[in-house]
């Protein structure tokens, strides 16, 4: 057990459906990602917060969004799905610093991940 | 940008075997390798991680070699056991003002122990 929770385990919904996937990280995890897992394009990095500020973006598409909350968790917001939106998503959390602060354990845990599967 | 190329993509091993598992990484301010271990139907945990500064690093039955100048780094596992059976993915990241970059991903190797 890694210590990052995401909820729900499974999603099924429908095409043109939004949907809203949590993350809770470790105790004292400052950082949160999303990465993306399908057969084909493996685990891709989405974004990233830090204390509750967007870090990072990789390849998230325009009809996804993230926001970190004040007391950390995280929820990644997933609207006018498609059928290739179908994919493990997966939440890390890590104790990095920001650029320029004092060097962190960085290493990223990762969550149980969230099956969705759009219809 | 990063690319992480994984190989083999399956490897199949007798049980008490040793496994090898190869990433080449194209960025050279790259400088941290974490190798991750997903069994099924759950998240991707860290099994080890080098930075650029060490060319080996052990952990029990795993080990991890880095050649920066070749620009690739390996898996080692030995003394394979049934439960060792997984994907395994290998990821390279920049490290630098105190702040680890994001992680990029090979596609991984199922690896399957066969007892």
């Known amino acids: 057990d890694s210590g990052v929770t995401q909820t729900p385990k499974h999603l099924i919904t429908a095409t043109g459906q939004r949907v809203t996937l949590r993350c809770s990280p470790r105790?004292?995890?400052?950082?949160v990602y999303w990465y993306q897992q399908s057969l084909d394009q493996g685990l891709q990095f989405l974004i990233q917060y830090y204390n509750g500020e967007e870090r990072a973006k990789g390849n998230i598409l325009e009809r996804f969004s993230a926001q970190q909350f004040p007391d950390l968790h995280s929820e990644l917001n997933l609207s006018s799905l498609e059928l290739g939106d179908s994919a493990l998503y997966f939440c890390?959390?890590?104790?990095?610093?920001?650029?320029?602060?004092?060097?962190?354990?960085?290493?990223?845990?990762f969550g149980p991940g969230t099956r969705l599967t759009v219809l | 940008g990063e690319n992480v190329e994984q190989h083999p993509s399956t490897l199949s091993v007798q049980e008490g075997d040793s496994a090898v598992i190869k990433c080449t990484y194209s960025d050279s301010a790259s400088n941290y390798f974490p190798w991750y271990k997903q069994e099924l139907g759950k998240g991707p945990q860290l099994i080890i991680d080098?930075?650029?500064?060490?060319g080996e690093k052990k952990d029990q039955r795993i080990a991890v070699t880095l050649n920066k100048t070749a620009k690739h780094f390996s898996l080692h596992i030995t003394e394979t056991q049934p439960e060792d059976s997984a994907v395994y993915f290998c990821a390279a990241a920049q490290y630098y003002g105190g702040s680890q970059g994001n992680l990029i991903f090979g596609k991984g190797t199922k690896l399957s122990v066969k007892p």
């Open positions: 890390a959390s890590s104790n990095k610093s920001p650029a320029g602060g004092p060097p962190s354990t960085d290493t990223q845990y």
């Open positions: 080098i930075r650029s500064n060490v």
């Open positions: 105790s004292g995890d400052l950082s």
